[in-house]
Structure formats: C-alpha cells, structure tokens
C-alpha cells in the first residue's frame, strides 16, 4: 500500500486499492516532538479522486447492504482482531505524529478494538418494534434502512477512536463510508484503514481520501452521491458542513467544542478533585472536547484545593509521548501551538491572574517540539476569553464562587455543553448538579474526559448538532426508520 522513498508516501484507499492522488501532489506528516522527523507523506487528494472514492462506495452499497448482520459483523471481527495485532505499532504512530504519550495511544488503539467488536456484535441484534395496528388482520412494524454513503470527517486528537466510532456502526448497518482523515494524522489513519484491507473487507465498501479539508471535507458534504455525513472537529467547520448537508437535504451528524466545567463544592474530597482535574484537563495536553478547562470552586475549599493542585501540576514531566517517564506530550502542531500561547497572553491582558505555567517549554530535549507548560490561572471571569473559547491546550482556569448555586450557574453560563463533572459528596448537590447542568455527559465524583463507549456520547448547545453517537444511540443516525404494514 506504500510507494518506498526516503520515508513512505501513503496513498488512498479506493475500491480496495491503494492509489496515489491525480494531483500528483503529497505533504508530508511531522512528528510534534521533534519537528525535523518526517513520519511519512499523504496524499493531497484532487475533487476526482473524491469522486472515485464515494462512486466506489455507492456501487459496493447495494451489495453490502444486502449481507445479513452478522456476516458484516464478523468483518468487523476480522478487523477488531487485525487491529489488536498491530495495537503497539498503530500506537507509536499516533504518538509521533499527534504527540499524545504512548499509554494513552495504547489505551486509545485498544479503545478502537472494543468499540468494533461492540458494534460487530450489534449486528446480531432486534431492530425495531412490533406496533399493534387497528386492523386485526394486518401485521405493523419498524426496521432500518441504512442511508446509503456515508462521508466521515474527523479530527487529529483521536485518531484511531473516533474514525472507528463512525466508521464501525456505519458500516454494521449497512452504508458504505469515504473517510477524510484530519491531514496533521494521516499516516495513523492509513494505518487504520489497512486494518480494514487485511481484514478482506469487500471492495469499495470503505474508502480513505486524504488532502485539504476545503476540497475534500467540504467536496464530501456536497458530492451528490453522499447521503450522511458525520463530522467531529471545530465548530466554524461543522457549521459549514451542516450548512453543506442541510442544503442537499441529507442527514449530518456534528460534534464539536466544549468548554467543560468541573464544580468543586466545600463537602469535596479534594485530592480525588485535583487528580481528576489534572487527568481532565491536561491529559492529551488538554487535547480532548471533553477536556476540563474551567475549574470552578467553592471558596471554603479555594486556597487549600489551589495549593494541592499547584503541587501536582509542578510534578507533571513534559517531553516526547514515547519515553515513559513523560506524563504530557506536546500540542499537535505548530499552528496549535501558537493559538494556545496567543490565548495565553489573551488571558494575561484581561486580568487574569497567571499562577503556573504560561511557556512554551525549552529543555535541549523539547526545543525541537510543540511543548507548552502546564498552565494554571485564577481570577478568571466568565467574561474573559479564556473562560469562553475552547483552547484544545493544557490551560485550566480557576474561577472562585460563594454557593453550590453560583457555581452552577457559572458552569451553565457558556455556549457550550459537552460535558461537566462536580466533586462533593453530598447527594443533594448531585442530584441538583444533575437536573441543571446543560451538558451531554455529566460525572459525579469523576473526570470531565470519560467517554465509554456502549453508552450515547454528544452534547447540548453549541456543541453538537444535538445528535448522539457510540452505542446504541448511534442507530438513530446511521438508519432511517421504515415503518412497514402487511396484510
Ligand atoms: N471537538 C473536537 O473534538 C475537536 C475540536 N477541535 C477544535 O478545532 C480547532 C482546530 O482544529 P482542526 O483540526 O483545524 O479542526 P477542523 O475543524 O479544522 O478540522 C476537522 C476536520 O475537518 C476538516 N475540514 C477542515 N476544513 C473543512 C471544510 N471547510 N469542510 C470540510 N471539512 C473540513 C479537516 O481537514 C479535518 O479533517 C482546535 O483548536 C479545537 O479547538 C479540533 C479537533 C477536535
Ligand atoms: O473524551 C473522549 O474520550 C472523547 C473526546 C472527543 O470526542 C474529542 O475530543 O473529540
């Protein structure tokens, strides 16, 4: 699947061969922890290999559709245990070429095994209802029909999961997918896709096109033998591609930002809510949608929580994802790397007061690399930049309140509504927390960032088309109800 030169150029995949683009034009993928390191090239696509690819799909469809559920299940078996084999060597790449440390890109590869063995499993189960119908004679119920093609855009800080959480229930019920991977993790999505080659999944049923997100992200959306698209990154992009889709009168499925609240109340254990929020908020680098960035605590527990998280956050080592004794790699790019610096000095200008952190970090063995300090401020105000935009980086913001009420109201008081976690250990604050809280996921006692896969993930405002993806929830996206009426 690789042309061999100095480093290898990885090409598209398209009705089951790997193809070089008719550009003839490729870029290449540069590890974040040592700018210099080609980890290989990609292809920069053209809008006729798009259309190669979703032709591909919308021949192969019928044919795959017409399978029953559990031979397209054991495809996903095939590839969940393909996968599994290359789990060491799929993680390397995703931490050399995105940065996250190699624990958690294990832990992230076996994540895409599981979540296709869920889904593989999942065509073996009921679909739909028996409805009684007035006339006595007749028998009435639903099943699913899938939509057709389905165009799949997804980000660079999950690489392998989120590919495989669309792509997996996608295909079990029954469309075909055109994959445009984020180009910053190219190479580890080829890596994902020969997965699914090795496995002899039928030709054309899934497809992989890379190149820029205005040709072939938005050139998916608008290509009229698209029928579904599903999309996770920014919301300035997913707004234009459910404008794209809306536009064409088919189905699209949006997640994007958060600017996740932890609460943490007088009552707290407060070690449990400093270890969370360290995990939260600065795990992946502060990478994830579910990432917390705005830390909002009571003022009885104020000084004494800030204290213990201030020595934690001292503790946490920064350099390259691939030695272990590293806790946080860097940011994915140098692109990010200067947005997270520039909300950093917005944070300074608005009076935020900076009490960790703030740099990029300069050690002879990260000078090469996108490295940013753990960075810690207070006296933040829900007013402030720092309080409002998503920064995808390792910055948390602590905000100071008198009542479990203020806080509340200070975690609802965003755009956003992904998810949310509070730490006390009464149960009305729970159950207050739980009626109240504008999120899509909230945790009690727990991290901000725990998404399980068998249970519906998405978010409320701004943050989702107001869809749900992962475990059964996805159904409602990848199928349309048919209601059917016999006699
Ligand atoms: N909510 C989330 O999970 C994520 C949020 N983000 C946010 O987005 C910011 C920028 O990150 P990016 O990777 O640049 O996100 P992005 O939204 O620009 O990219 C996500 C995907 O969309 C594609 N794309 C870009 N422009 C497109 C267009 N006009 N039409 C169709 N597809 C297009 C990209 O190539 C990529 O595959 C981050 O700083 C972060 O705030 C980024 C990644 C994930
Ligand atoms: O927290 C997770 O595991 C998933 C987060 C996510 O979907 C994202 O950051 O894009």
């Given at each position: 699947m690789t042309t061999e030169t100095k480093t290898k150029t990885y090409l598209n995949y398209i009705n089951g061969e790997w193809i070089a683009s008719d550009s003839g034009k490729t870029a290449e993928s540069l590890n974040p922890s040592r700018n210099a390191e080609v980890l290989g090239s990609y292809q920069l696509s053209s809008a006729n290999d798009l259309d190669e690819a979703v032709v591909a799909a919308s021949q192969s469809q019928k044919g795959w559709r017409k399978l029953s559920g559990s031979t397209r299940g054991d495809y996903l078996f095939k590839v969940a245990a393909v996968m599994e084999e290359r789990l060491e060597s799929i993680a390397e790449t995703m931490t050399k070429e995105m940065g996250k440390t190699f624990a958690e890109a294990k832990g992230e590869t076996a994540r895409g095994v599981a979540i296709l063995r869920y889904y593989a499993g999942e065509g073996m189960r009921s679909v739909g209802d028996v409805i009684p119908s007035s006339d006595s004679e007749a028998l009435m119920f639903t099943t699913r029909a899938p939509l057709g093609v389905v165009g799949v855009i997804t980000p660079w800080n999950f690489p392998v999961a989120i590919p495989i959480w669309k792509i997996s229930p996608a295909l079990i019920y029954g469309n075909t997918v055109v994959i445009k991977p984020a180009s910053d993790t190219a190479v580890t999505c080829a890596k994902v896709i020969e997965c699914f080659h090795d496995a002899g999944?039928?030709?054309?049923v899934i497809n992989m096109v890379t190149g820029s997100g205005s040709v072939i992200g938005q050139g998916l959306a608008e290509h009229h033998k698209v029928d579904g698209i599903t999309f996770t990154g920014s919301n300035n992009v997913g707004k234009k591609i459910g404008s794209a889709a809306l536009n064409r009168g088919i189905k699209y499925q949006l997640e994007m930002g958060g600017k996740n609240p932890v609460i943490v109340t007088d009552d707290a254990d407060l070690d449990l809510a400093v270890d969370a929020t360290i995990s939260g908020g600065l795990k992946s680098t502060g990478q994830k949608?579910?990432?917390?960035s705005r830390v909002i605590v009571q003022s009885g527990v104020y000084d004494e929580f800030r204290e213990k998280l201030l020595k934690k956050v001292a503790e946490i080592t920064v350099g390259?994802?691939?030695?272990?004794?590293?806790?946080m790699g860097p940011v994915v790019s140098e692109g990010q790397l200067e947005n997270v610096l520039s909300y950093i000095e917005k944070g300074k200008k608005e009076g935020?007061?900076?009490?960790f952190g703030g740099k990029r970090v300069s050690t002879p063995d990260t000078t090469n690399g996108y490295f940013v300090e753990p960075t810690v401020f207070e006296e933040?105000?829900?007013?402030m930049i720092i309080a409002k935009?998503?920064?995808?980086?390792?910055v948390l913001a602590l905000m100071k309140v008198d009542t479990v009420e203020e806080a509340l109201e200070m975690a609802n008081d965003s755009e956003y509504g992904l998810s949310a976690s509070i730490f006390t250990t009464k149960v009305r604050n729970m159950l207050e927390f739980i009626n109240e809280m504008d999120a899509g996921l909230v945790r009690i006692n727990a991290e901000s960032a725990g998404v399980e896969l068998q249970a519906p993930f998405g978010g409320m405002k701004q943050s989702s088309s107001h869809s749900r993806e992962q475990g059964r929830a996805a159904i409602e996206f990848y199928t349309s109800i048919k209601t059917v009426f016999v006699k």
């Open positions: 999944l039928p030709k054309g949608c579910t990432a917390t390259s994802g691939m030695e272990e004794s590293n806790w935020a007061k900076l009490i933040v105000s829900t007013n935009e998503e920064i995808f980086g390792p």
